[in-house]
Structures are given as structure tokens and as C-alpha cells.
């Protein structure tokens, strides 16, 4: 069964940086495209960024663009999302996704979800 673990999150001022990982665990790493979502507080999921299975394109939400990296190692079944310039509407809790293929990015198409891990960012 597959699963992904969530860490990193953190309580941080605005303009502050954190890096999110992801392990992942029974299933075919290297085969799969990555995405984060996050859940803002009192809202739906909403994508951040993706990534293929080979690292080399990676796509994300518009306002993250320039502030958000998500990079993986296939050798470590570990996907990360940097996150620098923090806003205050980056809060939420962070979850890693294994994707259905690269470009379905709508979180109701995906049934099971990691515990994700907490970004608070504070004025």
C-alpha cells in the first residue's frame, strides 16, 4: 500500500522560508509525478505545484510562481516544496499527493490523503 509522510511544517513571520519533505513508501516512486496541495484555514484543497517523474518540469499555482520550489530524489522516494518569500495566505496544512498523471491537479480526484504537515505564517 502507499503511503506519503508529511514534515516540515512550522510557525514562521511573513517573509520567512521553510522546506517541506515528503517520503514516500510502497509504491514505484520514480514511475509517479508529484504534486502539494494545501488546505487554507476554512477553505477547500488547492493545488501548489507538481512535479514529473523524471524532476526535470515541475508546474505550480500562480501565486506561488518565483516563491515555491518542489524538487524530488528518486533514489530516496522523497519529494520537498521550498518555500521562501512566505505570505500570510500561504497558512495552511501542506499535503504531498502521488498524481493521478501530470496535469491533474484537482484535489477531488484524489480519495486518500497523507496526515500533512501545518505552515503557519505570521504577520
Known amino acids: 500500500q502507499v503511503r506519503v509522510v508529511e514534515s516540515g511544517g512550522g510557525a514562521v513571520e511573513n517573509g520567512g522560508s521553510l522546506r517541506l519533505s515528503c517520503a514516500a513508501s510502497?509504491?514505484?516512486?520514480?514511475?509517479?509525478?508529484m504534486g502539494w496541495f494545501r488546505r487554507p484555514p476554512g477553505k477547500d484543497l488547492e493545488f501548489v505545484a507538481a512535479?514529473?517523474?523524471?524532476?526535470?518540469?515541475?508546474y505550480y499555482k500562480e501565486s506561488v510562481t518565483g516563491r515555491f520550489t518542489i524538487s524530488r530524489d528518486n533514489d530516496k522516494d522523497t519529494v520537498w516544496l521550498d518555500l521562501d518569500s512566505l505570505e500570510l495566505d500561504d497558512t495552511g496544512v501542506y499535503y504531498c499527493q502521488i498524481l493521478n498523471n501530470y496535469g491533474d491537479y484537482e484535489p477531488h480526484d484524489y480519495d486518500h490523503w497523507g496526515q500533512g504537515t501545518q505552515v503557519t505564517v505570521s504577520s
Open positions: 512535479i514529473i517523474e523524471s524532476g526535470q518540469y515541475q
Open positions: 510502497g509504491g514505484t516512486f520514480k514511475l509517479d509525478p
